[in-house]
Every structure is written in structure tokens, then in C-alpha cells.
């Protein structure tokens, strides 16, 4: 064989790795060792987190979670481990983790805020995961209703016969020929079965104890406002993004002015007036539901974001994609719902689920107009003589909870992204 | 729909006898702000007719093609297409779009779609037409394009040269009477510009009426009827191909000839 010239005679079977690149210890040497760099890192973020362990791990572990009251507590942690010993007083969180978890609910109708929160679950699941039956997906439209009804209460025929009133708009709309009309029909058949529910609770009184708003707190409330929020803004930040990137210079104007006006106020700034400033301009007697009135404040403020962070994703699409669409007759609204949303989403994806969780977070925001969401409830227990002094036990349970929450959110984006990779080239 | 158009065994409309005008272009103006972008131009376009469109970048064809179905607006002047005008009119802009289709020099598929939903898509959505139907179309023009063994894939797991077909496929789909191409192959390796150029040639043999935009002469000489020379928006020179190659009146179109020709 000279140099320029080979003609390989035998192929070459396929072998297995060399042993480095394969177990643990390939993997360690791999990913913790590769250089002196990473093998210096290693070692300082093991003594770091080793340290972390050393100092809170017997504060969590020597505590109590049996006293009455933080002194106690502090005399049985000191009797048991010695003097001297800071442990931590679990026993505020066995006393008050049901306050925590729904406020002033009353105790015998806590199924029905559990109740909730599980129907909750079964009707995002079809939103969420593609492989549960589509049919799964009228429940969750219905959920919204029963939700509301189960947590206030009160008559079942406003929640009915709003959903009756929608199916029957929409099973008449679709013998009308244009959209505006079906809309009509659709506001009109809800609002007459709205107007019916009335002589229909007098006729057959069917209801559940109702409650009022100010006996929801704790996570009942961060949950119900965060979920209300979350859903309600994506399509109405959707719409603003639509709206701030159409050729209509009206919409447009009107779309740019809200999100730069809800952007740039605080949204403590909002909640007050949520709270305090939107009474007045009621008219005098109605009674506006506060958790409502902060719902629609929590939403207007996260659609905000919302539209900036979809607005990136339309920008990030080729303009080749509209013209495609446009070619093949799809018309404005086709074309944005098959071909356009669906990939400026999947790009939105991570700035999404921020907004989401940023979102579920500025709930606690609540306590400072009154609302005893899970901070305000600390506060509150805080200021009780058996608990005052008690911090970290309570916020820590509070941090774990939100913890939970937002962490599920995230793992939940990453399993989309993932699954939406498959199409991604 | 022209009262003259046959219906073929699919129940669609066929594409109208040769000799009918397909498109009419009538002093046609357009500008980019105050850049004069297509001035004054004239062309009647038969049915069953290929015209081939060719000249330096920055010459307008693009421009004058998609003008055609309206991704550009023309300010002055009127085009006519299959007997409808292009006004501001969406509803006959929408009509026209879904009997022209276009083919883009970077294909432009849905990547979130397979090739087989991108195929689908329009027929369903615009046309109307059963989930079912649509997808033995779209298999149809896929073994048509030479691709049905790729129908469950995405665009973005195709060659270069696949994706221009799946596009082809695409437009095909919708039954259009008239096809319009911008560069279909200028952005593929050698070796597949002549699997797309094949298809579109087949397409040539069966009538389409197609206005190409392409350098590739071969192709213009085999199957155009007419070959467009355009320059700073204008059309400079129009003729049959073998004239136009071998015999080129104006001085800007033997410069361009010998410029793409010459190397
Ligand atoms: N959206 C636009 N805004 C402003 N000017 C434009 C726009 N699109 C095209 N032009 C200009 O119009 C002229 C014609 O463009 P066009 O894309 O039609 O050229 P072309 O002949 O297709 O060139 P190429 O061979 O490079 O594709 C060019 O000078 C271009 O800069
Ligand atoms: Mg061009």
C-alpha cells in the first residue's frame, strides 16, 4: 500500500466503546473530572452543598412536632437534644397546614375545595397530554362552571344554565351562516338562560351551603386565582400579540396602549385598585366579588407579559410561513390558528411557562390588600401569642408548597418542548 | 369557475381548454415606497401556456409573480386572473389563491406538519373537502412528486430537493389552474435540481399553465412557450426560447446571456 492509493478488503465489525466512555466511573471521570477546572469545581460545589446539609439538616431533623406553641417547642427541643440546639418547630405547621391550605373555609365542607382541585386536575389532563380521548376535553370546558360552583356554592341553576345557554348557542350558531351572527346567537341564548336561572331557583331550589369570598384563603386562593389567571391569559395575550403585529391600525394602537400601560404599573399599583379605586365606579350597591375583581387584575397583568413573550415567538417566524399560508388560500384566521400559532407557541414555550410561574408566584402579592392568601396567613399566625417569632417553619412550608406548584409547571414545559423537538427538524 | 372547464373522474374542475386567457397583466404599476419597483407591465398569459421569467436579481421578477396572487400589492394598473380581478376584494383574493398555487424558493413547508398534513391542510381547510378525500389526494400527488414513502415524515427529516417536491405536492393539491414558481430550484445542490426540474417538466407535459421564475435555460428551452426577460422592473424582451437564446434583440439580454451562459 503506497500513500495515495486504498482499497479497504475487509469491513471492519462494530465493537463496543472503550471502557472510559461506559458506567460510572467513565461517566464521573466524564462529566465531573474532564479537567482540572471541573475537577476544582467538583470538589468546591460538594463542599458547599456537604456544608448545607451540616447546618440545616439537624435543624430540620431535631424538631418538634407535637407543642402548643413556639416556647413550648423550644423547651422540648432543648430537653430532648440539649442545650443550646435550634431545631425546628414543625408542630405550627400540624396545627395550622389545613388554615394554610383553605383559609376559613369551613371544616365540613372542605371536600368541596378538594373535590375541586381534583375534578381540576381531570379537566387539564386532555389540555395537557394529546394521548387522553379529545372527548375529555368537554369536561374541561364545562369544569370552569363547576369549579366556580363548587367552591361558592349557592344555587346550581346560574352555573347551569349558563353552560346550557352556550351549548345551545353554539348547537344554533352552527345553522347560521356568518360568524358574527353566530356570536349573536350565541350572547343571546346565554343571556336568556341566565335571566331563566332566577325563576328556575324559585321553581326547584337546588343549591349547595354557599361561601362567602372572605372565608377563602391560604393556597385555596393562590390556586384558584393563579389557575383563573393562567388560563384566562394566554388567550387574551395571544389576541394582544395578534392584535400588537396586525396591519388594523386601530386594533394595533389600541393593543400597543394596553400592554405598555399594564406593563409599565406596578401590579401592587392594580390590586389596589382592584381593592379600593373600582368600587367607585360601580354603581352604588353593587357587590363586586373582590377575589373576582383581583382575578381580572391578576389576568390583565400577566396577558400583558404574555402578548411580549408571543410576540417573540410570531417574530421568530419566517415570513415565508405567512406568505405559504396566504398561497394557499388559508384566510387570515386559518391561517394563524393551523399554521402560524403552533409554531410561534412552541418557540413561546419557555417564556410562557415563566410568565405562568411568575404569575402563580404574584398571587402572594394579595396579602397586601387584605386577601389571606398563604403569606397573609403567616402574618396573621405570626401575630398569634403562641406562634409570634416563628419564621422559617412558616415560610419554608409556604416556599415548599409554591415550590411544588412551580416545579411541576417547569418539569411540565420541558416534557412539552421535548415531545414538540420530534417535529423540530 | 370558467362555464367551458371540464370535470375530471375526482369531481374537480379540469384545467381549462388551451387558448383561453388565464391571466391578464394590463399596465401594471407597483412600488415599495417610493421605490419604483414594476413599471408599466403587459402580459396575457393563456391557459396551458409556460412562461419562463428570467433577468438580474433585483430585477422584479419575484415582485411580478407574486403580484399574481396578491402576497404583493399592485398600485396601479389591473390584473385579471381566471376571469377575476385583484382588488382589495378578500373574498376574490382568497378565491384566487386557492386556484393558484406557489412555490417558493425555500419551499416554505409547515414544519410542525408532516409532509402529508402539509398536503392535507388546505384542501381540508379551504376546500372543504372530507379528512379522507384529502388524504388520498395528497397520496396521489405524493406518488406523483415521487415521495409517498415519505408522507409520515417532517419537512425538516427531507433533502432539499424532497422538500421542493413535497411543496409542489402541496400546491398541487388544491387543483389549482395555474402554478407559479419562484426559483423552485435555486436554493438545492446540483444533483437535485433535476429531480424537482423532472417534476415540474411532467407537470409542463400534462398542460398546467405555470409561470416559472428560473435561471436554469435548459429547462426554459424545453418546455417554455415564452421567455420574459425583465430589468429594473420592466419587461425588456419576450420570445420563443429558441429565438430568445439564439437570438437576443436587446443589449441588456445578450449581456445577461452571455453573463449566465458564458462560465
Ligand atoms: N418588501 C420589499 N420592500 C422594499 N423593497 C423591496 C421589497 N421586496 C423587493 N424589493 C425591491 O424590489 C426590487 C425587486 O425585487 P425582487 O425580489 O422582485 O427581485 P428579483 O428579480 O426577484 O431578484 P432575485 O433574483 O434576487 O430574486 C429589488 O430592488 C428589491 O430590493
Ligand atoms: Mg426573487
Redesign the pocket.
Known amino acids: 500500500m503506497d500513500g495515495t492509493t486504498f482499497v479497504r478488503k475487509e469491513i471492519l465489525a462494530a465493537q463496543s466503546p472503550p471502557t472510559s466512555e461506559i458506567g460510572i466511573g467513565g461517566w464521573a471521570r466524564e462529566n465531573l473530572f474532564g479537567s482540572v477546572f471541573n475537577s476544582v469545581m467538583t470538589v468546591l460545589s460538594a463542599t458547599a452543598v456537604v456544608l448545607f446539609l451540616a447546618e440545616s439538616l439537624p435543624w430540620i431533623l431535631q424538631s418538634s412536632w407535637t407543642a402548643n406553641s413556639l416556647s413550648e417547642c423550644r423547651e422540648r427541643i432543648s430537653d430532648r437534644y440539649g442545650e443550646g440546639v435550634h431545631g425546628a418547630c414543625w408542630s405550627v405547621i400540624r396545627e395550622r397546614y389545613l388554615q394554610m391550605l383553605f383559609g376559613f373555609y369551613p371544616s365540613e365542607l372542605y371536600w368541596r375545595p378538594i373535590l375541586t382541585f381534583v375534578l381540576l386536575l381531570g379537566a387539564l389532563s386532555p389540555v395537557l397530554f394529546p394521548s387522553i380521548p379529545r372527548i375529555l376535553l368537554v369536561f374541561s370546558a364545562v369544569y370552569p362552571f363547576v369549579g366556580y360552583w363548587l367552591l361558592w356554592g349557592g344555587s346550581i341553576w346560574g352555573p347551569f344554565s349558563i353552560v346550557a345557554g352556550f351549548a345551545i348557542g353554539i348547537f344554533a350558531g352552527q345553522h347560521v351562516k356568518y360568524r358574527i351572527a353566530m356570536i349573536a346567537v350565541l350572547i343571546l341564548s346565554v343571556y336568556l338562560c341566565f335571566r331563566i336561572s332566577g325563576y328556575l331557583q324559585t321553581a326547584a331550589p337546588v343549591g349547595i351551603e354557599p361561601i362567602e369570598s372572605a372565608q377563602m384563603g391560604g393556597f385555596l386562593l393562590s390556586v384558584t386565582i393563579g389557575t383563573t389567571g393562567i388560563v384566562l391569559s394566554l388567550p387574551i395575550g395571544i389576541l394582544l400579540a395578534l392584535g400588537r403585529t396586525s396591519d388594523l391600525l386601530i386594533v394595533k394602537a389600541i393593543c400597543v396602549g394596553f400592554i405598555e400601560f399594564i406593563r409599565g404599573v406596578p401590579l401592587i399599583t392594580l390590586l389596589f385598585v382592584a381593592s379600593t379605586l373600582l368600587n367607585l365606579f360601580m354603581p352604588p350597591g353593587t357587590n363586586f366579588d373582590l377575589i373576582l375583581r383581583v382575578v381580572i387584575m391578576v389576568t390583565l397583568f400577566a396577558s400583558a407579559y404574555m402578548a411580549e413573550v408571543i410576540r417573540g415567538g410570531l417574530a421568530a417566524l419566517p415570513r415565508g410561513q405567512y406568505e405559504a399560508a396566504d398561497a394557499l388560500g388559508l384566510d387570515y384566521w386559518k391561517s394563524i390558528r393551523l399554521v402560524i400559532l403552533p409554531q410561534a407557541l412552541k418557540i413561546s414555550i419557555p417564556g410562557i411557562v415563566s410568565t405562568f410561574i411568575g404569575l402563580f408566584k404574584d398571587t402572594t402579592l394579595v396579602s397586601i390588600i387584605g386577601l389571606l392568601d398563604p403569606l397573609g396567613l403567616s402574618t396573621s399566625i405570626r401575630a398569634d401569642s403562641d406562634w409570634n417569632g416563628i419564621v422559617w417553619e412558616l415560610y419554608g412550608f409556604v416556599a415548599l408548597m409554591f415550590f411544588i406548584f412551580c416545579f411541576a409547571m417547569s418539569r411540565y414545559s420541558m416534557y412539552l418542548e421535548r415531545k414538540l423537538e420530534i417535529s423540530n427538524h | 369557475m370558467n362555464p367551458t372547464a371540464e370535470v375530471d373522474a375526482l369531481g374537480n374542475a379540469s384545467i381549462p381548454k388551451p387558448g383561453e386567457v388565464a391571466i391578464v397583466i394590463k399596465d401594471m404599476n407597483k412600488w415599495?415606497?417610493a421605490?419604483h419597483?414594476?413599471r408599466d407591465i403587459n402580459l396575457t398569459v393563456y391557459s396551458g401556456e409556460r412562461i419562463v421569467i428570467c433577468?438580474?436579481?433585483?430585477?422584479?421578477?419575484?415582485?411580478?409573480i407574486?403580484c399574481v396572487n396578491r402576497l404583493?400589492v399592485h398600485q396601479k394598473g389591473t390584473i385579471i386572473v381566471d376571469g377575476t380581478e385583484l382588488t382589495s376584494d378578500l373574498k376574490n383574493i382568497d378565491k384566487i389563491r386557492s386556484e393558484v398555487g406557489m412555490c417558493f424558493?425555500h419551499f416554505n413547508l409547515f414544519p410542525h406538519l408532516t409532509t402529508l398534513e402539509n398536503c392535507m391542510l388546505a384542501p381540508i381547510w379551504v376546500r372543504k373537502v372530507p379528512r379522507k378525500e384529502a388524504r388520498e389526494t395528497a397520496m396521489h400527488f405524493l406518488e406523483k412528486v415521487k415521495i409517498p414513502e415519505q408522507a409520515l415524515k417532517y419537512p425538516g427529516q427531507l433533502s432539499g430537493g424532497q422538500q421542493q417536491r413535497v411543496a409542489i405536492a402541496r400546491s398541487l393539491c388544491m387543483r389549482p389552474r395555474i402554478m407559479l414558481f419562484?426559483?423552485p430550484t435555486?436554493a438545492l445542490d446540483p444533483e437535485m435540481i433535476k429531480e424537482v426540474l423532472d417534476t415540474m417538466i411532467e407537470l409542463a407535459e400534462e398542460g398546467m399553465t405555470m409561470i416559472c421564475?428560473t435561471?436554469e435555460m435548459g429547462f426554459a428551452r424545453k418546455v417554455a412557450n415564452r421567455v420574459i426577460f425583465?430589468d429594473e422592473?420592466q419587461i425588456v424582451e419576450q420570445n420563443e426560447p429558441e429565438e430568445f437564446f439564439s437570438n437576443p434583440k436587446s443589449d441588456r439580454t445578450q449581456l445577461f446571456l452571455s453573463q449566465i451562459l458564458g462560465h
Open positions: 415599495f415606497g421605490f419597483a414594476l433577468g438580474p436579481s433585483g430585477s422584479g421578477k419575484s415582485t411580478l407574486r404583493e424558493q419562484d426559483e435555486s421564475v435561471h425583465m422592473g
